[in-house]
């Protein structure tokens, strides 16, 4: 047995949720030489890069949280043509969405309709899309920014697990990303329905958006869906939402993809242009009622 498999295999009995919320009741301390420590001792471990935050000096957060969710400096991250990154990560997994099904790993894959909580009708808008799967390491920037221009039109909360989500785990447990925790956001864009899917994970203390705030966790009564009456316009590069310690972020559009090439489990950054969408939807359609009025 691989140590990828048994470090799988161990989550399996763990009190996923327990585990979580302690940690993110310790991530939020604020006495200060607790904070401090822990927060020095993160940037050694990970390497992280403080020059690029709007503010360089550890000891100014108030808590390893602000810390984890720290903005940074106007300007570091450029926006890209196109479909754009919606945050610093591993492009783990791109591509069509066929038959309904989308690839997690090699030998996983998981239908749109469970990712998106079991709504068949919402699902059924992705069938002939594309996917895209960014993956959060702990050193990554954990903010969310929007990847095309939508109108958010519902917020599905769904319960569920919380397994690790690095590359070990995505291998080795089968419907990893339709079996946690997560917040399913359905935009409005010019390319058609959009979801953008923030993925709850193993001592991910809360996520969090910029409309309702922080939002998991919640308790878990089942599927809960929010539709929204007053109209929330976020433009591209905007941010959307935040992780509190790294997850991932799967995004499904209705239109097909053309990717840019290159290899998957690449590093991107907030705002890289990952490819582009065909035509917007209001001209495909046009071409298709025009079609349909044919004789």
């Known amino acids: 047995m691989t140590p990828a498999k048994l470090f799988a295999l161990i989550q399996y009995p763990l009190p996923h949720h327990a585990l979580s919320r302690l940690v993110g009741r310790l991530a939020d301390c604020r006495v200060p030489w607790i904070k401090d420590l822990a927060i020095r001792a993160f940037i050694r471990r990970f390497g992280v890069d403080m020059n690029e935050a709007r503010q360089p000096d550890p000891s ?31 492009l783990s997994r791109f591509g069509a969405i066929e038959s309904g099904r989308l690839i997690q790993a090699k030998g996983h894959e998981f239908t749109i309709s469970e990712l998106l909580g079991g709504d068949d ?18 050193r990554d920037y954990h903010r969310v920014h ?18 690790s989500v690095n590359a070990a785990t995505t291998r080795h447990v089968p419907r990893l990303f339709a079996r946690n925790e997560r ?39 089942g599927v809960q869906r929010i539709r929204f009456d ?17 997850s991932t972020v799967v995004m499904a559009f209705a239109e097909p993809v053309d990717f840019v090439p290159g290899e998957l489990e690449r590093k991107v950054q907030m705002g890289e242009r990952l490819g582009d969408l065909s035509r917007p939807a209001q001209a495909l359609s046009s071409e298709k009622s025009e079609s349909e009025g044919q004789v």
């Open 146 to 163: 929007m990847p095309l221009t939508g109108t958010l039109r519902e917020m599905t909360y769904v319960p569920g697990r919380l397994f």
């Open 121 to 138: 009708d919402a699902a059924s808008r992705f069938h002939g899309g594309s996917f895209a799967t960014v993956y959060l390491s702990p």
């Open 230 to 246: 007053t109209p929330v316009h976020l433009e591209k590069g905007e941010e959307m939402g935040r992780f509190k310690l790294g």
């Open 60 to 90: 100014a957060y108030s808590s390893f949280n602000d810390f984890f969710t720290r903005p940074l400096k106007e300007g570091t991250r450029p926006l890209g043509e196109g479909l754009v990154s919606p945050a610093d990560g591993t």
């Open 183 to 221: 917040l399913v956001c359905h935009f409005d864009t010019e390319h058609g329905p959009m979801a953008l899917v923030l993925v709850g994970a193993m001592i991910v203390a809360g996520i969090e958006t910029v409309w309702a705030g922080q939002i998991t966790p919640l308790p878990r009564s």
